[in-house]
């Protein structure tokens, strides 16, 4: 009870916080119980895994990552972007190295190719969701309102996994006491969100009843991406794209690029594309364009500058 007291001159509060820096209980950085990860290496985590499959490859490698764009995305300063990512490095979510110059980074996403997967298998799940969520998400300013927004995001994802299609839940809630378990301990959890609830930014309407925080996703925001609505409209861009440019391409190829763009980014399905078009005009006939495309689109990523 002395030692959560607000009085700062308090002597037993003084030699608790001592007892638990002498006995190590704060634990080493990156280790500690009560470490919390930074609220703009939360948002640098969250840009950097919705980068472009294209920018990854096989390596899931990002390569001369700018700090200065990055800065003026995520709204910060270059200094807090480095910050965070020796936080994120730190708590082993990537390794990183300087590239051409000190302005820019190679970065690895750790266990990328296994997070989707159940804990059982030795995953921790992700979303897929639209970039306008995401950019609701890092527009967030404050951090335990950040920290909040994530946590409903799992619980009504996870209840939506778990329910028959018919009974999905409108409203998801939190007790306080499941927060004090995950939010930091200080915070008065009945005034944040009361005043969250009146808030424009954030992805759920909230409101509390007794001991509990009820929540619902706002309609103008989904929490699965729709990938065969993104290929129809990667479809109608292509086929307008190639028009333009004076190609001409089969349609179950189109149909093939369509679905292929939503793992590379679209231009890069675009120059590719027109690249081996043009290098194969007055050659043999290409029996798998999509094939072909794919893999000068993963030598791009992985900076092999071989054709095919």
Request: net charge positive.
């Amino acid at each position: 009870m002395c030692a959560a007291s607000s009085c700062s001159k308090c002597q037993v509060k003084t030699i608790y916080q001592n007892d638990k820096k002498d006995f190590h209980l704060y634990g080493s950085s990156g280790t500690s119980f009560y470490h919390r990860m930074p609220k703009n290496a939360v948002r640098l985590f969250l840009l950097l895994y919705s980068l472009p499959q294209s920018l990854l490859g096989d390596t899931h490698f990002i390569r001369n990552l700018s700090a200065a764009k990055t800065a003026e995305y995520l709204s910060c300063t270059v200094s807090t972007v480095k910050r965070s990512m020796r936080a994120l490095e730190t708590s082993g979510y990537i390794t990183f190295s300087h590239a051409a110059d000190l302005s820019h980074f190679n970065i690895i996403l750790t266990h990328y190719d296994t997070m989707h997967l159940p804990a059982a298998k030795g995953g921790s799940g992700y979303l897929s969701f639209e970039r306008n969520t995401l950019d609701s998400l890092l527009a967030i300013k404050n951090v335990n309102q950040l920290r909040f927004e994530l946590l409903c995001l799992l619980r009504y994802d996870n209840a939506q996994c778990t329910s028959p299609e018919d009974e999905i839940p409108v409203w998801e809630n939190y007790s306080f006491h499941d927060l004090k378990n995950m939010l930091p301990s200080y915070m008065n959890y009945r005034a944040k969100f009361e005043h969250m609830s009146g808030s424009p930014d954030t992805l759920f309407h909230h409101y509390i009843s007794g001991k509990r925080i009820y929540f619902s996703l706002k309609e103008e925001f989904s929490l699965r991406f729709d990938y065969s609505k993104l290929a129809s409209s990667n479809c109608v861009c292509l086929r307008e794209c190639f028009k333009e440019i004076g190609l001409s391409i089969r349609e179950e190829d189109l149909l093939s690029l369509s679905k292929m763009a939503t793992q590379f980014d679209i231009s890069l399905i675009l120059q590719c594309t027109s690249e081996i078009l043009k290098q194969r005009r007055f050659g043999p006939d290409i029996r798998n364009l999509p094939g072909l495309v794919r893999r000068r689109c993963q030598n791009l990523a992985l900076g092999n500058s071989a054709a095919i």
